[in-house]
């Protein structure tokens, strides 16, 4: 739904205010899909940096005055020009395709979206933006790829949600390892950390328990 604004500092989604999408001629009412401020704070949670709307709501003259198509989505409130604070316009724009259903236009400088979901991906202005879409995701995959292949031998390499649990495990003699070391995929760790924290839910469900009926535990 498009809801219309006149109170610019009023918050809209988790992270932003309506200024933000206002149209740079100064218009004072601003149209904001919510759809898109959904995905917005989807890419904020996402990266974890800050999203820059450099163009969110346009005005039909001011739509114009920067060469926009007739029939843009930002007249509508239902697009936005983003930049994320030390993030590749190509990254943004891999995440946006993946995990959305909504459309997204590849640029160099700055990524598009709006809430269409007729259409998935549009090119921008020039071919490299579509290349180095492709490499960044070339590049993405290889990178998880090699996370699910690293295995990790030493405790100290041990990331720090599984860390105390891993160490817990050792010096109970449950986790020996190999003779290369511990040996444990980060899928490995994952398993075990919500193994170990069941087991401490259902023995502390079993404490309760034995306590209510006036039981003893040992």
């Excluded at 898109?36 to 709501?57: A, C, N, W």
């Excluded at 809430?115 to 998880?144: C, D, P, Q, S």
Aim: with cysteine.
């Amino acid at each position: 739904m498009v809801s219309t604004f006149t109170n610019l500092d009023y918050q809209v989604g988790k992270y932003f205010k309506v200024r933000e999408f206002q149209s740079k001629d100064g218009y004072p009412t601003v149209l904001i899909d919510d759809n898109l401020v959904d995905l917005l704070d989807q890419i904020r949670e996402y990266f974890g940096k800050p999203v820059v709307i450099t163009s969110g709501y346009r005005t039909k003259s001011h739509n114009a005055a920067v060469g926009g198509v007739s029939n843009s989505q930002h007249t509508l409130g239902k697009a936005a020009d983003i930049q994320v604070t030390g993030v590749p316009p190509a990254a943004v724009q891999t995440y946006v395709y993946d995990h959305s259903k909504y459309t997204v236009g590849t640029y160099t400088t700055f990524t598009h979206v709006d809430t269409r979901t007729t259409v998935k991906l549009f090119r921008g202005n020039t071919e490299f933006a579509r290349t180095n879409y492709e490499k960044y995701k070339a590049e993405e995959i290889k990178e998880e790829t090699e996370m699910a292949e690293k295995r990790y031998q030493k405790l100290e390499e041990i990331p720090d949600y599984a860390k105390e649990i891993i160490e817990d495990l050792i010096k109970s003699d449950i986790i020996k390892g190999t003779g290369e070391g511990l040996n444990l995929t980060e899928d490995m760790l994952r398993v075990i950390v919500i193994c170990y924290r069941m087991a401490l839910t259902n023995a502390n469900n079993i404490y309760q328990l034995a306590k209510n009926l006036g039981g003893e535990t040992k």
